[in-house]
Protein backbone atom coordinates (compact mmCIF):
# COMPACT_ATOMS: atom_id res chain seq x y z
CA UNK A 1 0.00 0.00 0.00
CA UNK A 2 1.56 3.59 -0.60
CA UNK A 3 1.29 5.84 1.82
CA UNK A 4 0.75 9.37 1.56
CA UNK A 5 2.98 12.15 1.88
CA UNK A 6 1.26 13.27 5.24
CA UNK A 7 1.50 9.58 6.58
CA UNK A 8 4.81 8.95 5.39
CA UNK A 9 6.13 12.25 7.74
CA UNK A 10 3.70 11.30 10.52
CA UNK A 11 5.48 7.78 10.83
CA UNK A 12 8.84 9.09 10.15
CA UNK A 13 7.73 11.71 13.02
CA UNK A 14 7.23 8.81 15.34
CA UNK A 15 9.64 6.76 14.70
CA UNK A 16 12.11 9.37 15.69
CA UNK A 17 10.40 9.79 19.00
CA UNK A 18 9.96 6.53 20.69
CA UNK A 19 11.72 7.60 23.70
CA UNK A 20 14.22 9.87 25.56
CA UNK A 21 15.57 9.55 29.47
CA UNK A 22 12.52 10.15 31.21
CA UNK A 23 9.67 8.56 28.86
CA UNK A 24 9.37 5.50 27.12
CA UNK A 25 6.19 4.85 25.10
CA UNK A 26 5.25 1.17 25.95
CA UNK A 27 2.33 0.24 23.56
CA UNK A 28 -1.46 0.42 23.39
CA UNK A 29 -4.41 -1.92 25.18
CA UNK A 30 -7.54 -2.11 23.34
CA UNK A 31 -11.25 -3.61 23.11
CA UNK A 32 -11.56 -5.42 26.56
CA UNK A 33 -8.03 -4.98 28.19
CA UNK A 34 -8.82 -1.23 27.74
CA UNK A 35 -12.17 -0.96 29.30
CA UNK A 36 -11.49 -3.84 31.72
CA UNK A 37 -8.67 -2.20 32.93
CA UNK A 38 -9.38 -2.64 36.95
CA UNK A 39 -10.19 -6.52 36.14
CA UNK A 40 -7.75 -9.65 36.44
CA UNK A 41 -9.92 -11.97 34.87
CA UNK A 42 -9.63 -9.92 31.57
CA UNK A 43 -5.87 -10.67 29.80
CA UNK A 44 -3.46 -7.29 29.64
CA UNK A 45 -0.28 -6.73 27.86
CA UNK A 46 1.24 -3.88 29.64
CA UNK A 47 -0.10 -4.58 33.35
CA UNK A 48 2.81 -4.66 35.58
CA UNK A 49 1.21 -5.86 38.67
CA UNK A 50 -1.83 -7.79 40.01
CA UNK A 51 -3.13 -8.44 35.32
CA UNK A 52 -4.64 -4.76 36.46
CA UNK A 53 -3.85 -0.99 35.75
CA UNK A 54 -4.76 1.12 38.07
CA UNK A 55 -2.82 -0.61 41.30
CA UNK A 56 -0.59 2.51 42.38
CA UNK A 57 -3.31 5.09 41.51
CA UNK A 58 -5.98 5.94 39.57
CA UNK A 59 -8.38 9.11 38.19
CA UNK A 60 -11.85 8.01 36.01
CA UNK A 61 -13.78 10.57 34.55
CA UNK A 62 -17.20 10.39 35.45
CA UNK A 63 -20.17 12.34 36.90
CA UNK A 64 -21.34 11.65 40.35
CA UNK A 65 -25.26 11.23 39.50
CA UNK A 66 -25.88 7.73 40.36
CA UNK A 67 -28.14 7.70 37.18
CA UNK A 68 -25.26 9.05 35.30
CA UNK A 69 -27.00 11.62 34.14
CA UNK A 70 -26.04 13.83 31.15
CA UNK A 71 -23.24 16.32 31.80
CA UNK A 72 -21.77 18.79 30.06
CA UNK A 73 -19.67 21.48 32.91
CA UNK A 74 -16.71 23.87 31.46
CA UNK A 75 -13.70 23.24 33.74
CA UNK A 76 -11.04 26.14 33.72
CA UNK A 77 -7.68 25.34 35.17
CA UNK A 78 -8.64 22.80 37.54
CA UNK A 79 -7.17 20.14 39.93
CA UNK A 80 -9.01 16.88 38.57
CA UNK A 81 -9.83 16.64 42.31
CA UNK A 82 -10.92 20.31 42.45
CA UNK A 83 -13.40 22.10 42.64
CA UNK A 84 -14.77 20.15 39.88
CA UNK A 85 -14.59 17.47 42.20
CA UNK A 86 -18.67 16.91 42.53
CA UNK A 87 -18.39 15.61 39.19
CA UNK A 88 -16.08 12.47 39.94
CA UNK A 89 -17.17 9.69 42.00
CA UNK A 90 -15.30 9.51 44.93
CA UNK A 91 -14.37 5.82 45.11
CA UNK A 92 -12.46 6.71 41.63
CA UNK A 93 -10.10 8.59 42.82
CA UNK A 94 -6.73 6.84 44.26
CA UNK A 95 -4.30 9.70 44.01
CA UNK A 96 -0.74 7.72 43.71
CA UNK A 97 1.81 8.34 46.64
CA UNK A 98 4.52 9.17 43.15
CA UNK A 99 2.71 12.25 42.72
CA UNK A 100 3.65 15.40 44.14
CA UNK A 101 0.16 16.66 43.78
CA UNK A 102 -3.68 15.66 41.41
CA UNK A 103 -3.35 15.54 37.70
CA UNK A 104 -4.32 19.23 36.70
CA UNK A 105 -6.84 19.64 34.07
CA UNK A 106 -5.84 22.28 31.04
CA UNK A 107 -9.14 23.73 30.78
CA UNK A 108 -11.97 22.03 28.76
CA UNK A 109 -15.18 20.27 29.41
CA UNK A 110 -16.37 17.32 31.51
CA UNK A 111 -18.45 15.50 29.73
CA UNK A 112 -21.33 11.76 29.94
CA UNK A 113 -23.57 11.29 27.79
CA UNK A 114 -25.71 8.02 27.15
CA UNK A 115 -23.61 6.59 24.21
CA UNK A 116 -20.37 6.53 25.80
CA UNK A 117 -18.20 3.63 26.60
CA UNK A 118 -18.83 1.25 29.26
CA UNK A 119 -15.69 0.26 31.57
CA UNK A 120 -15.09 -1.52 34.88
CA UNK A 121 -15.80 0.18 38.20
CA UNK A 122 -12.38 0.38 40.06
CA UNK A 123 -13.38 -2.30 42.03
CA UNK A 124 -14.34 -4.89 39.22
CA UNK A 125 -16.70 -6.59 42.06
CA UNK A 126 -19.13 -3.66 41.75
CA UNK A 127 -19.41 -3.53 37.88
CA UNK A 128 -19.04 -1.56 34.81
CA UNK A 129 -20.70 2.27 34.20
CA UNK A 130 -20.60 4.29 31.60
CA UNK A 131 -17.37 6.86 31.58
CA UNK A 132 -17.01 10.74 31.04
CA UNK A 133 -14.30 12.47 29.89
CA UNK A 134 -12.64 15.91 29.50
CA UNK A 135 -12.53 16.99 26.08
CA UNK A 136 -11.38 19.76 24.50
CA UNK A 137 -10.89 21.21 21.15
CA UNK A 138 -7.75 20.58 19.42
CA UNK A 139 -5.85 23.32 17.76
CA UNK A 140 -3.38 23.74 15.09
CA UNK A 141 0.16 22.97 15.32
CA UNK A 142 2.48 20.05 16.53
CA UNK A 143 4.56 17.60 14.45
CA UNK A 144 1.52 15.73 14.55
CA UNK A 145 -1.60 17.55 13.47
CA UNK A 146 -3.80 19.54 15.43
CA UNK A 147 -2.60 19.27 19.34
CA UNK A 148 -3.42 20.57 23.07
CA UNK A 149 -1.73 19.42 26.45
CA UNK A 150 -5.09 17.91 28.54
CA UNK A 151 -3.81 17.36 31.63
CA UNK A 152 -0.36 17.37 33.25
CA UNK A 153 1.22 16.05 36.90
CA UNK A 154 4.20 16.28 38.64
CA UNK A 155 6.43 13.44 39.77
CA UNK A 156 7.86 13.14 43.11
CA UNK A 157 12.08 13.16 43.12
CA UNK A 158 13.35 9.08 42.42
CA UNK A 159 9.79 7.87 41.77
CA UNK A 160 9.12 5.96 38.49
CA UNK A 161 5.39 4.73 37.29
CA UNK A 162 3.96 3.08 33.91
CA UNK A 163 0.99 5.42 32.85
CA UNK A 164 -2.11 4.87 31.07
CA UNK A 165 -4.37 6.89 29.13
CA UNK A 166 -8.02 5.77 28.22
CA UNK A 167 -8.95 7.96 24.63
CA UNK A 168 -11.67 6.88 22.20
CA UNK A 169 -14.20 6.03 24.87
CA UNK A 170 -16.82 9.42 23.30
CA UNK A 171 -18.41 6.54 21.23
CA UNK A 172 -17.51 8.17 17.78
CA UNK A 173 -14.79 7.87 15.79
CA UNK A 174 -14.76 11.68 15.46
CA UNK A 175 -13.88 12.37 19.10
CA UNK A 176 -10.55 10.38 18.83
CA UNK A 177 -7.39 10.99 19.04
CA UNK A 178 -4.81 9.84 16.21
CA UNK A 179 -2.07 10.25 18.64
CA UNK A 180 -1.14 11.21 22.17
CA UNK A 181 2.29 12.63 23.04
CA UNK A 182 3.76 12.75 26.67
CA UNK A 183 6.74 15.22 27.15
CA UNK A 184 8.52 16.61 30.45
CA UNK A 185 8.10 20.04 31.03
CA UNK A 186 12.04 20.59 31.91
CA UNK A 187 12.97 19.40 28.47
CA UNK A 188 10.31 19.88 26.34
CA UNK A 189 11.40 16.59 24.39
CA UNK A 190 8.38 14.69 23.01
CA UNK A 191 7.95 11.38 22.89
CA UNK A 192 4.45 9.92 20.74
CA UNK A 193 2.29 6.84 20.81
CA UNK A 194 2.17 4.76 17.54
CA UNK A 195 -1.03 5.82 15.42
CA UNK A 196 -4.22 5.59 17.16
CA UNK A 197 -7.46 4.12 15.79
CA UNK A 198 -10.49 5.81 15.22
CA UNK A 199 -13.03 4.13 15.45
CA UNK A 200 -14.89 4.76 18.70
CA UNK A 201 -13.62 1.60 20.85
CA UNK A 202 -11.18 2.46 23.40
CA UNK A 203 -7.42 2.29 23.88
CA UNK A 204 -5.63 2.65 26.61
CA UNK A 205 -2.17 4.35 25.48
CA UNK A 206 0.77 3.08 28.23
CA UNK A 207 3.75 4.96 28.99
CA UNK A 208 6.90 4.52 31.32
CA UNK A 209 7.75 7.39 32.94
CA UNK A 210 10.96 8.16 35.26
CA UNK A 211 12.25 10.76 37.51
CA UNK A 212 15.73 10.01 38.34
CA UNK A 213 16.34 13.80 39.47
CA UNK A 214 16.37 15.09 43.08
CA UNK A 215 13.66 17.39 42.27
CA UNK A 216 9.91 17.16 40.56
CA UNK A 217 9.01 16.70 36.94
CA UNK A 218 6.49 17.97 35.10
CA UNK A 219 5.15 15.63 32.72
CA UNK A 220 2.47 17.19 30.54
CA UNK A 221 0.25 14.72 28.01
CA UNK A 222 -1.04 16.24 24.59
CA UNK A 223 -3.63 14.69 22.58
CA UNK A 224 -2.99 14.95 18.78
CA UNK A 225 -5.66 14.48 15.74
CA UNK A 226 -4.65 15.00 11.77
CA UNK A 227 -7.17 18.20 11.89
CA UNK A 228 -8.70 20.65 13.94
CA UNK A 229 -11.61 19.30 16.07
CA UNK A 230 -12.67 17.68 19.41
CA UNK A 231 -10.68 15.37 21.51
CA UNK A 232 -10.90 14.13 25.24
CA UNK A 233 -9.62 11.27 27.21
CA UNK A 234 -11.58 9.55 30.02
CA UNK A 235 -9.14 7.42 32.53
CA UNK A 236 -5.48 7.86 34.31
CA UNK A 237 -4.22 4.98 35.78
CA UNK A 238 -0.58 4.24 37.01
CA UNK A 239 1.26 1.21 38.15
CA UNK A 240 5.26 0.26 38.96
CA UNK A 241 7.89 -0.71 36.59
CA UNK A 242 7.35 -4.06 35.47
Known sequence: MKLSLRATIFL?????????????????ETDAAATAWSDPGET?????????????????????AADQTSTSTPVVNNDITGPQHQLAMPT????????????????????????YSIISKPDPKAGDFRVGAISSDTV????????????????????SVRLGILVDALGQALY??????VHEG?????VYSEPLSRDGVPELVVYDLMNTSGS???????????KPGITGFSLLTFDPLP
Open 12 to 28: GLLGCTVSHAGVIFVGV
Open 44 to 64: KTFAAEGNVYGSLGYYVLAPS
Open 92 to 115: QISSPDALAKDPWVVGGTWVNVPN
Open 140 to 159: EGGNVGAYKDFTYFLLKPGE
Open 176 to 181: AADAIS
Open 186 to 190: STGNV
Open 216 to 226: EVQFNIALHTQ
